[in-house]
């Protein structure tokens, strides 16, 4: 399996400086007022166009090419089919994007958003920060929650990345309001479109995918606490393992982040 050249420490901090750096000017264009009456207007849900700069999402794409061959597919039926590389892949051959996954401006832009004190999960989870691969014909997911087995809250961040389909990421918002009328929003995610939810408060599902189509996303997750019961770890690793990325890549020791 190709991995990231050894250019040493230096080259790994250059990639976490640029990242950052790149995260914090794009930032610089935010309404950040504008985007948090969004995000609470629709219940903890808000997404940005075309957001990231194409400049990052080259590189990105760079990546998602090169872990390609770690791509493992799963098939629950009436559920999902599709495949996912593991944060524990990412880490040993995705620097930029890890690097936007912990860049310290991305973070705290998302807990002005969300009003809470967002972390990154702990580098033993293999979920923290995963692709999903939607490459053959019916690849989709169900409707769910991105329900937290943490002790705090979950947040989840989608990125586009390649977007050559007819499969459509379908939000329903007020979902858990019995006040409100659901609202159904049915989105494509474009390269750079970020996407931002409370993993309690949005019901959403991916369509099938068409014949000679292809999308992928990045899914980013954020916690107010990230403390989970072993008996909660052991399931959602479990869970990860059957629907995600595999025994192999779940029970294995992960690498140094
Ligand atoms: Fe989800």
């Not at 264009?29 to 219940?43: C, H, I, K, S, T």
């Not at 590189?59 to 090419?65: I, K, Q, S, T, Y």
């Not at 389909?165 to 007020?174: D, G, N």
């Amino acid at each position: 399996m190709a991995r990231v050249p050894r250019r040493g420490r230096s080259w790994v901090s250059e990639t976490l400086t640029s990242v950052a750096d790149t995260v914090a000017r794009a930032l610089e264009g935010v309404d950040l007022d504008a985007v948090r009456r969004q995000y609470w207007e629709q219940n903890e849900f808000v997404y940005l166009e075309r957001w990231l700069p194409a400049s990052l999402v080259d590189r990105m794409l760079a990546e998602v090419d090169r872990v390609r061959p770690a791509i493992n597919r799963n098939y629950i039926p009436r559920h999902k089919k599709g495949g996912s590389v593991s944060f524990y892949t990412l880490t040993e051959q995705a620097p930029t994007i890890v690097a936007l996954y912990r860049a310290p401006a991305f973070i705290e832009f998302l807990a002005a958003l969300t009003g809470r004190p967002l972390q990154v999960c702990p580098p033993s989870d293999p979920h923290s920060c995963a692709l999903y691969f939607y490459t053959e014909p019916g690849d989709h997911i169900g409707f769910h929650f991105d329900t937290s087995y943490y002790r705090g809250a979950r947040y989840t961040v989608l990125l586009g990345l390649v977007e050559r389909s007819s499969s459509r990421l379908v939000c329903q918002l007020f979902k858990n309001d019995p006040q409100r009328a659901p609202v159904e929003l049915q989105l494509a995610t474009h390269p750079g479109t970020l996407i931002l939810f409370n993993g309690d408060k949005l019901w959403h599902s991916v369509t099938p995918l068409g014949e000679d189509e292809e999308r992928v996303s990045l899914t980013l997750e954020y916690v107010t606490d990230p403390s989970m019961h072993p008996v909660k770890r052991l399931f959602s690793n479990l869970k990860d393992a059957f629907a995600y990325f595999g025994f192999r890549a779940v029970f294995r020791r992960p690498a140094r982040a």
